[in-house]
């Protein structure tokens, strides 16, 4: 299947500062990513839906000020959660699909875990 | 309320038995999705459905979509440790990609 990469796959930082992840699709092109959370032992949670070149749609309850979205190529969606807080410790999944929305596959990144200190 | 509901949350067989996992929503869905997930992991693709009545198999795995498009079932014959993990439902609501899931069901094979 396709592959989509995330980095990095754990960080720690601390309360207040800001981290960046990257979705790379590595195989194919993807206008449309998704940015997933996970809290331990719960589901996933769509936070947004990340758009080449333009702006991403977030989620209803989710801060698009804290939670910043750039999909700069059809192959990177980067997601910074800025000013970072202990209750954003989670697992982040990001999830692409190679021919476009709801008729193909969406293939889901490693996960970057971020604890937040 | 969960929109898509699995069940059992958890499941320990004995390697070799057979199980099976549901997955259902009180809408109408576009697109079913399977998932597997190790604890800390990404998600592992396994199937996807979307012609109600449809089934689909991969090595000792099938999968069904209910003719209403409201329910599905995941089968696993003759459970290996292998098969251990988390098993996801996903689903398109409305074709815009954007999926919902399952809380998840826990499986343990015992050897």
């Known amino acids: 299947g396709a592959v989509v990469s995330q980095h990095p796959s754990r960080v720690i930082c601390k309360s207040g500062t800001s981290v960046k992840i990257e979705c790379r699709s590595l195989d194919f092109q993807a206008t449309t990513m998704f940015w997933y959370r996970q809290f331990p032992k719960q589901s996933l949670m769509l936070m947004a839906t990340s758009n080449e070149g333009s702006k991403a749609t977030y989620e209803q309850g989710v801060e698009k000020d804290k939670f910043l979205i750039n999909h700069a190529s059809l192959t990177l969606s980067t997601l910074t959660v800025t000013s970072a807080h202990p209750e954003d410790s989670s697992f982040y999944i990001c999830s692409a699909a190679p021919g476009g929305l709801s008729t193909d596959t969406q293939y889901f990144g490693p996960g970057t875990r971020l604890t937040v200190l | 309320s969960q929109e898509l509901e699995q069940s059992p949350q958890s499941l320990i067989v004995q390697e070799g038995k057979n199980l099976t996992i549901n997955c259902t929503s009180s809408k109408t869905l576009y697109g079913l999705y399977w998932y597997k997930q190790k604890y800390g992991e990404g998600l592992i693709f396994l199937m996807m459905l979307q012609k109600g009545g449809e089934e689909k198999s991969h090595e000792k795995i099938t999968a069904k979509l209910d003719e209403k498009k409201q329910q599905s079932s995941l089968h696993i014959t003759a459970s290996q440790p292998s098969h251990a993990g988390i098993y996801l439902c996903?689903?398109?609501?409305?074709?815009?990609?954007?999926?919902?899931f399952g809380q998840g069901t826990e499986l343990s094979v015992k050897p």
């Open positions: 996903g689903a398109d609501r409305n074709q815009g990609g954007k999926l919902i």
